[in-house]
């Protein structure tokens, strides 16, 4: 069973950074595309960003993460870092981590229990 730890929230001013981590555990973390998402209050869960599977060679975002966050990934420590630069209050919102892949033609996915992120001064 793949397990998902996020850590890395916190309070931070506009214009300020934060780096959000998940540790991946139970499984090689490296046969899974891995994303960020994140839930605001009141709104529904949204994508933020992307990475392939293993090099983690392609990666994708969310218009509104574009420029300022980047997602990267280290196979060997079996995590994937969110960088997230110049926040605006509206990046406030609980990040969870995903870890998907396609097996036998079913898709398989699993959640962390989410990190929350206030960007408020």
Known sequence: QVQLVESGGGLVQPGGSLRLS??????????????????????????VATISSGRGISTNYADSAKGRFTISRDNAASTVDLQMNN??????????????????????????????????S
């Open 22 to 47: 998940c540790a991946v555990s139970g499984a090689s973390s490296s046969s899974y595309a891995m994303s960020w998402y994140r839930q605001a209050p009141g709104k529904e869960r949204e994508a």
């Open 87 to 120: 926040l605006e209050p509206e990046d406030t919102a609980v990040y969870y981590c995903k870890a998907g892949r396609l097996i036998s033609g079913r898709y398989h996915d699993y959640w962390g229990q989410g990190t929350q992120v206030t960007v408020s």
